[in-house]
């Protein structure tokens, strides 16, 4: 039988990600050593009062049952979380759970979208935050984010024409690949530009809790109109290390969560209970570990930034998130080809930029899951590699 799959997924290519992948089985099997540093998944242990949850209200029968909905305590929990994390009071229909941020930025366009509408997308840019857009049959135009502006985007850079078809624009601080923070000015214009344009904000705040150097990890949704105009994507996966219980929050303006809702009532039957009383274990509990958790990260990253500058690499230095974004070499040309080569040299496997968009072309990320020893032995090995003098 031949099977054509969707036209549409004719968009979507493994590229670069199934080469390193076959490279690193390729090394592996040679009896190689291989320092995955791809991959966001955080290699620290769920904490204990998490995982005794899980466990606890998985011995109960009647939590193998369909959800269908959010309990009330897990609601309550995200707005006791938000009222003493952020200072923002929520009401019950002001939240909702998605199955992890990936899905929910995805299915925030399916929900809002029409043909003819525009998504503004930075670039670089998450890929999901592009899935969204597409599968919602929306243009997408991308607002590049530099580095010589802190990787900030320009509003005054956007075409009042694009700006004027816009259904919604993403943006995402603390912000992954580029490391980026955004100071609190930046809300203030963004909240003024959606303003006139009638634009929906949709806010990725994944990495609130990974923030660097003394510098406050907020929320969106702490400035004056911010509800009024849009929603943010709360994650636990890296905060709370939940990463594959796919445990998220959509938050802020009630259209938008009931467009949402209405999207997933039609496949879905809720969270699943035991991982319901996980998050609320993780909002309602002790957050003592999670800031000791980002001490940990910063740690690792200051090693991996002071190592790398050491041996002749003038990497950027990290603001937030649990990666490292740095320039290639200038000897090389691509990001794909430095990656490619870093990993045949040295069995260090990191990301190349351009997977992010056009204006990643010329970076790499490093995520940062090992720890602080195996970190200075990758930095020995790229040395002795000649890699950066090459």
Known sequence: MNVEPSKRLAHFQTGIFAALDAKKDELIKEGKKVYNLSVGTPDFPVFGHIQEALINAAKDPDNFHYALKDLPELTAAVQGYYKKRFGVELSADEITSVNGSQEGIAHIGMALCNEGDVVLLPNPGYPVFEVGAYFGYAEQYFYDLKEENQFIPRFDDIPEEIARRAKYIMVSYPYNPVCAVAPRTFYKELIAFAKKYNIIIVHDNAYSDIIYDGVYGGSFLEFPEAKELGVELFSLSKSF??????????????????????????????????????????LTGPLDGVKAQCLKYQERRDVLYNGLREIGWDVRKSEGTMFAWAKIPPNFNTSQEFCLELIERTGVICTPGDAFGSMGEGYVRFALVLPVETLREIIDVIDKSGIIRH
């Not at 009630?254 to 999207?263: E, F, G, P, Q, T």
């Open 241 to 282: 290390n939940l990463t594959g219980a796919r445990v998220s929050f959509l938050i802020g303006n009630k259209d938008v969560i009931n467009a949402v809702k209405l999207l997933r009532s039609q496949y879905d039957f809720g969270m699943f209970l035991p991982t319901q009383h996980a998050a609320i274990a993780a």
